[in-house]
């Protein structure tokens, strides 16, 4: 379809159509391949005596020109200058094409040079920080101030929210942390540390209780069994107390006259219901028998018959200051 067809189809109507208008060739005019008019010097009243004899479909149609009124002849552009040939359109179409890449590669480089122009962005959540907040490296006394102020405000947030979700807010009491910035349980700490303490007591009494022997631990409840006997005892005791008289005579004395005419109520065992050695014995400070396998041999180094001759040295010496005092 030819561009007069499609333009006829589209937009011009189908009830008038167009008129074939006749144009008739000019004689004193002619026409450039550039769309130039010439003008001859009796074009204006050859014209205007023709065009008033014709009617209006017969007149010339002359479009986009000014005819001169001046007898000389002169030349006037219509419209743009047509390119003459396929090559001048090339290589217009070449020269347009080349303007434009040029200009895009004008507008590549100002956008390169204004990004190297422009400030780099630091990713700073990544650089290495030290435990206080700030940056490691060269940095000014302001930024070391400034992340090292940014550092407490989110350790005073982090503080606040989990304080909020624990109940703590309010109640008054500090938050303690760790070095790994867990929150400590006072209360728990404390509890732990009572409890410690309560064990090692108990470790320390059972440990000096198994270092005392079978005989001091029978005493020591014998002790604690009179003390709690001793709510029910009457204030004075006399001559008639059952109890007391059974006590003084179960003691022995060195120098009881009598003693070898009393029957020992001893059953040859000891307190601890082992059995003992039936013989004679040399002393000891605690007054502590031997066993029944003892074969009578000391084997001990005298430390014990010096301690007797050192404590009888000082009751003989004190015994005798006594009698010179007197004397004088």
């Known amino acids: 379809m030819s561009l007069a067809d499609y333009l006829a189809k589209n937009y011009l109507t189908a009830d008038a159509p167009a008129k074939k208008s006749k144009k008739r060739k000019r004689k004193g005019g002619k026409h450039d391949e550039n769309g130039l008019i010439i003008a001859d010097d009796d074009i204006t009243g050859w014209n205007e005596k023709k065009r008033a004899d014709q009617s209006d479909d017969e007149a010339p149609v002359i479009v986009g020109s000014t005819i001169s009124s001046t007898p000389s002849a002169t030349w006037k552009t219509v419209g743009a200058a047509a390119p003459s040939t396929k090559s001048q359109i090339a290589r217009d179409n070449a020269a347009a094409a080349?303007?434009?890449?040029a200009a895009a590669a004008d507008s590549r480089t100002a956008a390169e040079a204004a990004?190297?122009?422009a400030p780099e962005m630091l990713d700073t959540e990544n650089i290495l920080k030290m435990e206080n907040g700030a940056?490691?490296?060269?940095?000014?006394?302001?930024?070391?101030?400034?992340?090292?102020?940014?550092?407490?405000?989110?350790?005073?947030?982090?503080a606040a929210d989990v304080a909020r979700e624990t109940g703590a807010i309010g109640a008054g009491e500090t938050i303690y942390r760790d070095a790994s910035g867990r929150i400590i349980n006072v209360a728990m700490k404390r509890a732990e540390a009572r409890r410690a303490a309560e064990k090692a007591e108990k470790d320390k009494l059972e440990a000096e209780k198994a270092a005392k022997g079978d005989v001091q631990r029978l005493d020591a409840e014998k002790r604690k069994k009179d003390l709690q006997d001793a709510k029910y005892m009457k204030l004075s005791r006399g001559i008639d107390d059952v109890e007391l008289n059974d006590e003084l005579k179960e003691q022995d004395r060195w120098n009881d006259p009598a003693a070898g005419f009393v029957k020992?109520?001893?059953?040859?065992?000891?307190?601890?219901g082992r059995p003992l050695y039936k013989g004679a014995a040399p002393p000891n400070r605690y007054g502590i028998r031997p066993g029944h396998r003892w074969d009578g041999v000391d084997r001990a180094n005298g430390f014990e018959g010096q301690w007797f001759k050192a404590r009888n040295r000082k009751g003989d010496v004190a015994k005798m200051e006594y009698a010179w005092q007197m004397d004088e």
């Open 264 to 272: 020992s109520k001893k059953s040859g065992k000891s307190r601890t």
């Open 98 to 101: 080349d303007a434009i890449i």
């Open 135 to 158: 940056h490691a490296g060269l940095q000014t006394a302001a930024q070391v101030a400034a992340a090292m102020k940014k550092r407490q405000e989110e350790d005073r947030a982090k």
């Open 115 to 117: 990004e190297d122009e």
